[in-house]
């Protein structure tokens, strides 16, 4: 997974972790998408999975549910 925060306070950030990069934004953007990508690494490993084994409906359906995307209309 890539995180891209496209607001900026002045500083750089970047975190990496199992399944995610993450790139930018202020530090309040920074921490939520650091939030969201461990939450859905937790999903995925309380479903006995890996990233790549999960289908496209099992990522978005978990992607959901810690509010990741915002857009319903897919």
């Not at 950030?13 to 953007?29: C, H, I, S, Y």
């Amino acid at each position: 997974m890539l995180g891209l925060g496209l607001d900026n306070d002045g500083h750089k950030r970047l975190t990496t972790g199992p399944n995610f990069v993450l790139v930018g934004g202020t530090e309040e953007t920074h921490s939520v998408m650091t939030e969201k990508v461990i939450k859905i690494n937790e999903k995925i490993a309380a479903r006995g999975k890996t990233l790549e084994k999960l289908s496209r409906g099992e990522f978005e359906e978990i992607a959901d549910s810690v509010g990741l995307r915002q857009d319903h209309s897919k």
